[in-house]
């Protein structure tokens, strides 16, 4: 089966998914998105984020009934753009055939070298956002 794979970066903005959402089309072919597809219907859409032991808090949740300051803001902001470079990273290594969406729902094939240029910034960005 062939998959094709749909890759939203928005890593500079303050709004991210936390989800990818995977579905199969009436071709068989798999999908993968950041953004839940609107025209599929809900029990076909599988939600594919990494689960965390429930013992896990992010930072807004320990925060819940307090404001972020700024430097909190900064490190929930951070956290988000490391968790989605790091499953950028998981899924372009993964998988060969992948189509990247634009801001209008086209699709394009991304070929080797975007793939491995959005690779290198996935890797970039994770350098950047995510602890070691």
């Known amino acids: 089966m062939r998959v094709i794979l749909l890759i939203s970066l928005f890593f500079t903005s303050y709004t991210f998914?936390?989800?990818i959402y995977?579905?199969?089309?009436k071709n068989g072919?798999?999908?993968f998105s950041h953004s839940k597809p609107e025209n599929i219907a809900p029990d076909k859409i599988k939600n594919i984020t990494k689960k965390y032991p429930s013992s896990f808090k992010?930072?807004?949740?320990?925060?819940k009934d307090k404001p972020l300051n700024a430097a909190?803001?900064?490190e929930r902001i951070a956290i988000e753009n490391c968790a989605i470079a790091t499953k950028n990273i998981e899924i372009l290594r993964a998988f060969d055939n992948i189509n990247?969406?634009?801001a209008e729902g086209n699709l394009s094939p991304l070929s080797?070298?975007?793939?491995k240029k959005q690779l290198e910034?996935?890797?970039k960005q994770a350098a950047l956002f995510c602890k070691k």
């Open 100 to 102: 990247q969406q634009d």
């Open 29 to 31: 072919v798999t999908h």
């Open 58 to 63: 992010s930072v807004s949740q320990l925060n």
């Open 112 to 115: 080797a070298d975007d793939k």
């Open 22 to 25: 995977q579905w199969v089309d």
């Open 17 to 19: 998914a936390k989800d």
């Open 72 to 74: 909190q803001e900064l």
């Open 121 to 123: 910034l996935a890797k």
